[in-house]
C-alpha cells in the first residue's frame, strides 16, 4: 500500500491561512489524495480529495504538485473549530480495492485564537 | 438525514467475553465498513461490507466478525475479548466503494476491556 508522510503537529493562529503539506512519493497513477480530518471525540470526517489538477470545496483547497509526489492541503482562514487531526490518504490503484482507507499517524493542528 | 449512527456509545467488558457492536449507515448508502482506532493512533482498517458479504479485510484475527443485513446495517462481532481490543471502534459508510466516494463516519464506540 501506497504510504503518507505528514508533520506530527503544526500550530496557527486564527483567522490565518494554514498549508499542511503530505509528501506519497510512491504515489501511483491511479491513486487519489483523499484529506479527512477528525474533530476531538468524533469519528474522520471528509475534506476533500483530488487526482492531478488542484481543487477547491467550501471547506478547504488542495494543491497538488505537478509530479503527484506531494501535496498541500489549504484552510485558507483557520478559525478554532478547526483545530482537529488531519489525514492525508491514498485511495484507489495501489492501494488496492478503494473502500479502504489507510490511516497514518496525521498532523495534529492546533488554531491559537 | 441522520448520518451514521452507532450504538452504544461507550461498553465496558471484561476479558474473554465478547461484544457485538452496530451500525446504522447513512440514507442511501450501502457500503459499510469498521475501524479500529487506538488511543493516539489513526483508525485501522478492520473489514468492508457489500451486499450482505465480507468484501475486504484488514489484518485482524478471527475473532473479529462482522454481518451486515439487508437494510444495510451492521454489525461487529469480538469474541475473546483481550485487553488490547480496547478502543475506539468506529463505523463507515458509502455508496459502492470508488475512489471518488466519500465515507462517512459515525462517532464510534469506546470500548473498554477490563
Known amino acids: 500500500d501506497a504510504k503518507t508522510t505528514q508533520p506530527n503537529s503544526m500550530e496557527s493562529n486564527e483567522e490565518e491561512p494554514v498549508h499542511l503539506p503530505c509528501n506519497h512519493s510512491?504515489?501511483?497513477?491511479?491513486?487519489?489524495i483523499h484529506w479527512y480530518r477528525q474533530l476531538p471525540s468524533q469519528g474522520p470526517e471528509y475534506v476533500i480529495h483530488?487526482?492531478?489538477s488542484n481543487v477547491n470545496n467550501r471547506m478547504a483547497s488542495l494543491a497538488i504538485a505537478e509530479d503527484r509526489k506531494s501535496s498541500t492541503l489549504i484552510l485558507h482562514r483557520a478559525t478554532l473549530r478547526d483545530a482537529a487531526v488531519y489525514y492525508c490518504?491514498?485511495?484507489?490503484?495501489?492501494?488496492?480495492?478503494?473502500?479502504?482507507?489507510?490511516f497514518g499517524q496525521g498532523t495534529t493542528l492546533q488554531v491559537k485564537p | 438525514d441522520a448520518g451514521v449512527t452507532q450504538s452504544p456509545t461507550h461498553l465496558i467488558k471484561t476479558r474473554g467475553q465478547q461484544v457485538t457492536l452496530r451500525c446504522s449507515p447513512k440514507s442511501g448508502h450501502d457500503t459499510v465498513s469498521w475501524y479500529q482506532q487506538a488511543l493516539g493512533q489513526g483508525p485501522q482498517f478492520i473489514f468492508q461490507y457489500y451486499e450482505e458479504e465480507e468484501r475486504q479485510r484488514g489484518n485482524f484475527p478471527d475473532r473479529f466478525s462482522g454481518h451486515q443485513f439487508p437494510n444495510y446495517s451492521s454489525e461487529l462481532n469480538v469474541n475473546a475479548l483481550l485487553l488490547g481490543d480496547s478502543a475506539l471502534y468506529l463505523c463507515?459508510?458509502?455508496?459502492?466503494?470508488?475512489?471518488?466516494?466519500?465515507?462517512?463516519f459515525g462517532s464510534g464506540t469506546q470500548l473498554s476491556v477490563l
Open positions: 510512491t504515489i501511483s497513477g491511479t491513486d487519489y
Open positions: 490518504i491514498l485511495r484507489g490503484g495501489s492501494s488496492g480495492n478503494t473502500g479502504k482507507l489507510i
Open positions: 463507515a459508510s458509502s455508496y459502492v466503494g470508488t475512489p471518488t466516494e466519500k465515507l462517512f
Open positions: 483530488g487526482l492531478t
